[in-house]
Each structure stands twice: as C-alpha cells, then as structure tokens.
C-alpha cells in the first residue's frame, strides 16, 4: 500500500504577533500555505491584513513568532 503523498509547506507562520506600542495589530496569526497553492487574504478595512503580510515578509518589526519560509525557519 502507498503512503500518501507529503506536501511541502511554502510557508508556515505560528503565533504571530505585531503591536504598535501595547496595541496588538496582529494577535497570534498562525497559517500554512502548501506549495502551488493560491492563497486570498480578505477582510474590512483595519483588520491587519497588510500588517501581516509586511510581517511575513520580515518588513515590521513582530513581538513573538515562528515563520517557516520555503523551509527556512526565521
């Protein structure tokens, strides 16, 4: 019998956290987003969606987190 087939994360993101100041911008964010996927990111006006991508993307500075890009742990 075959196993079934592992998916490689592109990337992982576990308990993220932006503040500025005391104010939580972003609050234990946590996604995986497989490899070939397409991923939307939606939400009202303030919600923190471009705070979380800067995140992501190491742009802003974040209080607590675990970020998986392509395997490589930041």
Do not use: I
Not at 51 to 65: F, N, S, Y
């Amino acid at each position: 019998m075959k196993s079934p087939p592992q998916t490689s994360m592109a990337l992982q993101a576990h308990g993220l956290t932006v503040k500025a100041g005391r104010q939580p911008l972003v609050a234990d964010a946590s996604l995986e987003v497989a490899l070939g996927t397409w991923v939307c990111l939606c939400g009202p006006n303030g919600a923190g969606k471009s705070t979380l991508l800067r995140a992501l993307a190491q742009l802003c500075p974040q209080d607590r987190k675990s970020t998986r890009l392509n395997s490589s742990h930041t």
